[in-house]
């Protein structure tokens, strides 16, 4: 089983500083035998006298993402090191690996670099909103212990029931799901709740060793039609909303479409959908935004018995990448969004950190100081 050392690296920000170039900064207690080091590779990068590493990128542009690649290199030297990651970054501050700005540096995305492999470092800064503060950020290595069984949970669906297979346009489905763990310690999974293949809900299930664990959904119907109703990738169970027959509202959606379906990483387009109450009496209904397949917003329109309004949704993507959208259901269309656009400098030479230069109003600059930390411990 693998532990975790966290190395606690301090952030400070100020105005046009000058960095002090000197070695290699080790992270470990016993320098003749370190596990990772930490070297510049480039003037944005330099190291203290003290043995802290300095990250100077002084007066950056307002409104701006500024890309610094090969700013500095991580070094493996231990076998035992399995993953390294970096979180709790100032806002708008991102590492990431190798040159490629969207390969980020994080817990989802660890390095797993083998003993004397050294993977190069770059810092991304954005200033679209408001300018990096001072802060801490964190360098986390796991370790393999060496002797020690690794155990993990193995949680999987077991069985999913609904209490009803028929119910009335309005009224609620309740869904039961089972899981069991077949692992040999506690852990835990995402149950999700789907309608017609889009997740409408989740929860968060505790399934202890050798134990099972049952979870409820609720789910408003509030449209007639026939659904196919799952949990997870588990087989759909066919559920039938009948139309009202007493005086009850009812509900249908057309027109879902997408203002744009090629945009730039984020930037947001506008997605509407019509509304309309074909129901006997005046209700309220809940119109679900999904993205990727996944509900992600909601918009609440209250209407009389033939009544139709449109609904609308401004939506951010902030990952290149091809989207499905819909809206309750019903397919909006697909958007691509593509790389950020980029943003024209002016006066900026990325050249030297010492350099000084005449930017937009409300540049900002940025030193970044890493401490040697002497101790390292599990957690």
């Not at 945009?263 to 119109?287: D, P, Y």
């Not at 269309?333 to 230069?357: D, I, K, M, Q």
Request: charge should be negative; include cysteine; proline fraction near 4%.
């Amino acid at each position: 089983m693998a532990s975790t050392h966290i190395l606690v690296i301090t952030v400070v920000c100020f105005l046009l500083v000058l960095a002090v170039p000197t070695t290699a900064v080790t992270v470990n207690e016993n320098p003749a035998n370190d596990d990772i080091s930490l070297e510049p590779t480039s003037p944005y990068a330099t190291t203290t006298d003290d043995g802290q590493l300095e990250l100077d990128f002084d007066a950056l542009n307002d409104r701006a993402v500024s890309t610094f690649d090969d700013v500095f290199e991580i070094t493996v030297t231990d076998d035992s090191v399995e993953r390294i990651w970096l979180s709790d970054a100032p806002d708008g501050v991102q590492f990431y690996q190798d040159g490629n700005a969207h390969d980020r540096i994080d817990e989802t995305s660890p390095l797993e670099a083998a003993a004397g492999e050294t993977t190069t470092v770059g810092v991304t800064v954005s200033t679209h909103a408001d300018p990096p503060s001072s802060g801490t950020f964190t360098l986390h290595a796991e370790y393999e212990d060496e002797g020690e069984d690794e155990k993990s949970a193995n949680i999987e669906l077991v069985e999913m029931t609904t209490v009803d297979r028929a119910v009335t346009a309005g009224e609620t489905l309740t869904v039961q799901a089972t899981y069991e763990n077949h692992g040999d310690v506690s852990g835990t999974t995402v149950a999700q709740l789907t309608v017609d293949g889009v997740v409408v809900d989740e929860q968060v299930v505790s399934v202890g060793a050798g134990e099972t664990e049952t979870v409820t959904f609720e789910r408003t119907m509030q449209q007639s039609g026939t659904f196919a109703v799952g949990v997870d990738d588990g087989e759909p169970k066919t559920v039938t909303a009948q139309p009202p027959d007493e005086p009850a509202p009812d509900f249908d959606v057309t027109d879902a479409d997408l203002a744009a379906d090629s945009i730039a990483q984020s930037e947001s387009t506008r997605v509407t959908a019509t509304v309309e109450n074909t129901g006997n009496a005046t209700g309220e209904f809940l119109a679900e935004l999904a993205v990727g397949g996944i509900v992600v917003n909601d918009r609440s329109v209250e209407l009389e018995p033939n009544e139709s309004d449109t609904v609308t949704f401004e939506w951010q993507f902030d990952e290149p990448g091809t989207y499905d959208v819909a809206v309750s259901g019903l397919e909006a269309g697909t958007v691509t969004v593509g790389e950020p656009r980029e943003y024209e400098v002016l006066n900026r030479v990325f050249s030297s950190p010492s350099v000084a230069v005449v930017g937009l109003s409300g540049a900002v600059g940025m030193l970044f100081v890493a401490g040697v930390v002497r101790r390292r411990w599990n957690l």
